[in-house]
C-alpha cells in the first residue's frame, strides 16, 4: 500500500506526481516512478505537465492503484502515517521515560497500555490523563491506558516495551514469561546493569523470557530526557538488535519527526552507553 504525495507546478491550478512513498516511510526510487507513473525528463515531461488531462487521468489511476480512498489519502497527506498500522503496544513501566515512549506511541496512533505495579498510580492516570508523579503537565491521549494487571497489559500486544528500573527487570520478566508469545517484538528501553550478576537487560531477559523471545529482542538507548521527547524536542536514539527484521520494525514504530531512530547491531556496546550513560 502507498502514499500519494504532491507538488504544486509552476501553473497554480495544476498539481504534478512528485513522489510516491509506501506506509512504512519508505520511498519508491526514481527509476521506478519513471517506469510506472510517467515522470521522464526532457520533453516528454514537459510535455506531460502541460497536458492537463493526461495528468488528472494519471491521478485517477494512480489513486486505483494505491488503493487508497480520498479520506485516507488526505489524512496521510496531512502526516498522519499512523493511519492503518495501529496496534497494541504493552509499555512494562510507568516512571517518566516509560511514559514518554508510551506517550509517543500513542501519538502515533497505537492503543497502549502502561503496566504499574501501582493501582493507585493507575487509577490517577486513567482518570487525568497524566501521570502527575513522574511526567507532570504532559497530557496522554485518550488511547494510552495503565493497568496493574500484568497478564491484561500483554494480552494481545503486538509489541511489548521493557521500561522497568534495572534491579526488577528480572522478576518482571520472570512474570511476564508466560504470556509472551512468539513474533512479538520485545524492546528494552532499561538503562543501567544488574546489581548482583553485573548483567545487562540482553542477558537478563534471555535468561528470564521463553527460547523463541530471544531472537525478537531490541534495545533502545541513547541520549534522551522523557521531558524533552514529550514536548516533542528533538531527540535520537539508537535501536540494537541482532536480528536485522526485527531492529528495522523497531526502528519504524518508534520514529518520528520529533525523534530520529538509528540502527545498530552491536547490543553490548549500546547497553553500555546506556549505562554509563547514568553514571
Given at each position: 500500500?502507498?502514499?500519494?504525495?504532491?507538488?504544486?507546478?509552476?501553473?497554480?491550478?495544476?498539481?504534478?506526481?512528485?513522489?510516491?512513498?509506501?506506509?512504512?516511510?519508505?520511498?519508491?526510487?526514481?527509476?521506478?516512478?519513471?517506469?510506472?507513473?510517467?515522470?521522464?525528463a526532457?520533453?516528454?515531461?514537459?510535455?506531460?505537465?502541460?497536458?492537463?488531462?493526461?495528468?488528472?487521468?494519471?491521478?485517477?489511476?494512480?489513486?486505483?492503484?494505491?488503493?487508497?480512498?480520498?479520506?485516507?489519502a488526505?489524512?496521510?497527506?496531512?502526516?498522519?502515517?499512523a493511519?492503518?498500522?495501529?496496534?497494541?503496544?504493552?509499555?512494562?513501566?510507568?516512571?517518566?521515560?516509560?511514559t514518554?515512549?508510551?506517550?509517543?506511541?500513542?501519538?502515533?496512533?497505537?492503543?497502549v497500555?502502561?503496566?504499574?505495579?501501582?493501582r493507585?498510580?493507575?487509577?490517577?492516570?486513567?482518570?487525568s490523563?497524566?501521570n502527575?508523579?513522574?511526567?507532570?503537565?504532559?497530557?496522554?491521549?485518550?488511547?494510552?491506558?495503565?493497568?496493574?494487571?500484568?497478564?491484561?497489559?500483554?494480552?494481545?500486544?503486538?509489541m511489548?516495551?521493557?521500561?522497568?528500573?534495572?534491579h526488577a527487570?528480572?522478576?518482571?520478566?520472570?512474570?511476564?514469561?508466560?504470556?509472551?508469545?512468539?513474533g512479538?517484538?520485545?524492546?528494552?528501553?532499561?538503562k543501567?546493569?544488574?546489581?548482583?550478576?553485573?548483567?545487562?537487560?540482553?542477558?537478563?531477559?534471555?535468561?528470564?523470557l521463553?527460547?523463541?523471545?530471544?531472537?525478537q529482542?531490541?534495545?533502545?538507548?541513547?541520549?534522551?530526557?522523557?521531558?524533552?521527547?514529550?514536548?516533542?524536542?528533538?531527540?535520537?536514539?539508537?535501536?540494537?538488535?541482532?536480528?536485522?527484521?526485527?531492529?528495522?520494525?523497531?526502528?519504524?514504530?518508534?520514529?518520528?519527526?520529533?525523534?530520529?531512530?538509528?540502527?545498530?547491531?552491536?547490543?553490548?556496546?549500546?547497553?553500555?552507553?546506556?549505562?554509563?550513560?547514568?553514571?
Amino acid at each position: 500500500c502507498v502514499v500519494i504525495c504532491w507538488q504544486n507546478c509552476d501553473s497554480p491550478k495544476l498539481m504534478m506526481l512528485r513522489r510516491i512513498v509506501r506506509l512504512d516511510g519508505s520511498l519508491m526510487a526514481a527509476p521506478i516512478l519513471q517506469t510506472e507513473f510517467g515522470e521522464h525528463a526532457g520533453a516528454s515531461r514537459t510535455a506531460a505537465i502541460n497536458t492537463r488531462g493526461a495528468r488528472i487521468a494519471g491521478s485517477i489511476a494512480l489513486m486505483r492503484r494505491a488503493r487508497i480512498g480520498v479520506l485516507a489519502a488526505r489524512r496521510l497527506l496531512r502526516g498522519n502515517v499512523a493511519l492503518m498500522t495501529a496496534s497494541k503496544v504493552a509499555v512494562l513501566g510507568a516512571g517518566a521515560w516509560g511514559t514518554a515512549l508510551a506517550w509517543l506511541l500513542a501519538d502515533k496512533g497505537d492503543d497502549v497500555v502502561v503496566w504499574s505495579r501501582r493501582r493507585d498510580l493507575c487509577v490517577a492516570v486513567n482518570a487525568s490523563h497524566e501521570n502527575a508523579r513522574y511526567l507532570p503537565g504532559i497530557a496522554l491521549p485518550a488511547n494510552l491506558t495503565c493497568t496493574d494487571d500484568l497478564p491484561a497489559a500483554l494480552n494481545g500486544a503486538g509489541m511489548i516495551v521493557f521500561v522497568i528500573p534495572s534491579h526488577a527487570t528480572r522478576e518482571v520478566a520472570r512474570a511476564a514469561a508466560s504470556h509472551v508469545h512468539r513474533g512479538v517484538p520485545i524492546v528494552s528501553a532499561t538503562k543501567g546493569i544488574e546489581n548482583d550478576s553485573l548483567m545487562f537487560m540482553d542477558e537478563v531477559l534471555a535468561q528470564e523470557l521463553p527460547a523463541h523471545a530471544r531472537d525478537q529482542l531490541a534495545f533502545l538507548s541513547g541520549p534522551s530526557f522523557a521531558k524533552e521527547l514529550a514536548n516533542r524536542l528533538p531527540t535520537a536514539v539508537v535501536i540494537a538488535a541482532r536480528d536485522a527484521g526485527v531492529r528495522e520494525h523497531v526502528m519504524k514504530r518508534f520514529h518520528t519527526a520529533y525523534m530520529r531512530t538509528y540502527a545498530s547491531d552491536d547490543v553490548p556496546g549500546v547497553e553500555c552507553g546506556g549505562a554509563l550513560k547514568n553514571v
